[in-house]
């Protein structure tokens, strides 16, 4: 079972930075790929960046330059730095995880960039 917790969402004017943080519990965490996602309304949810166990990274190509995941094994969190912020990455962000081929998701933050 393991369960995941973001914060760092909030509102910010287009061109800035957040940085969101997913808190997961277990201890499985160092082994397992973790991935944040998003949704805006009326839209898919779709993959925003991943970041495996051995530390390498994928991203999105509407994000890639702008967005940074990242992990901290000691502390079981997993970070995306968002810079250069627009108006169309406005979205509820999630963090996810497959383990077991079960996938879970946290309760998502909401990002809001106005122009």
């Known amino acids: 079972q393991v369960q995941l917790v973001e914060s760092g969402g909030g509102l910010v004017q287009a061109g800035g930075s957040l940085r969101l943080s997913c808190a997961a519990s277990g201890s499985l965490f160092s082994i397992t790929n973790m991935s944040w996602y998003r949704q805006a309304p009326g839209n898919p949810r779709d993959v925003v960046a991943r970041?495996?166990?051995?530390?390498?990274?994928l991203y999105a190509d509407f994000v890639k330059g702008r967005f940074t995941i990242s992990r901290d094994n000691a502390k079981n969190t997993v970070y995306l730095i968002m810079n250069s912020l627009r108006p169309e990455d406005t979205a509820v962000y999630y963090c996810n995880t497959v383990l077991n081929y079960r996938d879970y998701w946290g309760q998502g933050t909401q990002v809001t960039v106005s122009s």
């Open positions: 970041i495996f166990s051995g530390g390498s990274t």
